[in-house]
């Protein structure tokens, strides 16, 4: 069963003998790892002795890769792909390797997860059906320049590619001592106060570089820049505006008062439409320049009122 966070923390901001508030963040922790085998081995003083073709194989730089790296990149993009997910699917966590997960997307992200998970399986499978014939082709490019050596190839090849996560829950353990609980409580106290501001920086942030990349692409055009306005560019306004419902956990409400007003006004807009229109490109450009103005004041003051 999948826990909430429920991170054990003092009522006015006062430490206390018991546990008197616990904060929800109507988030869940994600612990993700990954491992991938690159296949690079550094080389031995025996083998470098040996080498005299370094400038000419472009198998060896300072180390040697032992299997061409083209037959890792569909394994390698699937790894990728899967940390870049949840990362875009969750808020920043003050501990590495650790991801704020909002609940109302816990089942979309388990199925995600399950279906990078299964990917990678049929992929290290083809991987592993080919991979005596990748050692043999290593062996024609490498064994020439006397740096090839078949203990370098792991024979369990499967185990070598790997997606693991798991939902957890983070608490202050009960059985410690008073001084000791007290201590871990202040450092939980840190940990949500870090995480509330670097969640609250990230939406806004994020959301100010999508207003800026729009902002400035169409003051380049309305300059005579050869710029070209994607609709993608439009479309994740709307996108962030739907993903922000969910992550909005510390309820930054003037975030989603900026996020609401930039939607609605590119509504209905198309690409097309401020590529045919002059008028509305100024009066969009406009308008956007003074949401781009807004962000970057908000994140100023909330940088500032955090550092004091």
Do not use: C
Not at 57 to 65: A, D
């Amino acid at each position: 069963m999948v826990k909430k966070i429920k991170i054990n923390i003092q009522s006015d901001d006062k430490i206390q003998n018991k546990d008197t508030s616990i904060l929800d963040f109507g988030g869940t922790l994600l612990q993700l790892e990954t491992h991938s085998a690159q296949f690079r081995k550094g080389i031995t003083k025996a083998e470098f002795e040996k080498f005299t073709q370094i400038q000419r194989n472009e198998w060896v730089k300072f180390s040697k890769q032992t299997i061409d790296k083209k037959h890792l990149i569909k394994i390698n993009n699937i790894i990728s792909s899967t940390r870049f997910y949840v990362i875009d699917a969750s808020l920043p966590f003050p501990i590495k390797g650790f991801y704020l997960i909002p609940n109302v997307s816990l089942e979309v992200v388990k199925n995600t997860l399950g279906g990078f998970i299964l990917k990678l399986k049929r992929a290290v499978a083809n991987f592993a059906k080919e991979y005596e014939q990748y050692i043999k082709e290593a062996r024609e490019v490498l064994e020439k320049d006397g740096i090839f050596n078949i203990n370098d190839y792991p024979m369990n090849i499967h185990n070598r590619f790997s997606i693991n996560y798991r939902f957890i829950n983070l608490t202050v353990p009960s059985h410690i001592n008073e001084s000791m609980r007290e201590k871990e409580l202040i450092k939980f106290q840190q940990m949500v106060r870090e995480t509330r501001e670097t969640g609250i920086l990230a939406l806004r942030q994020g959301f100010a570089d999508i207003i800026t990349n729009l902002a400035d692409t169409l003051s380049g055009k309305l300059d005579g820049e050869r710029k070209r306005l994607y609709q993608v560019s439009i479309d994740k306004v709307e996108q962030f505006f739907n993903s922000f419902k969910s992550k909005n956990l510390f309820h930054d409400n003037e975030l989603e008062n900026v996020i609401a007003n930039a939607n609605d006004l590119l509504s209905g807009i198309s690409a097309k439409d401020l590529h045919n229109d002059i008028d509305l490109t100024k009066e969009i450009n406009s308008q956007l320049k003074n949401v781009k103005t807004t962000l970057n004041s908000m994140i100023t003051n909330y940088k500032r009122k955090i550092t004091i």
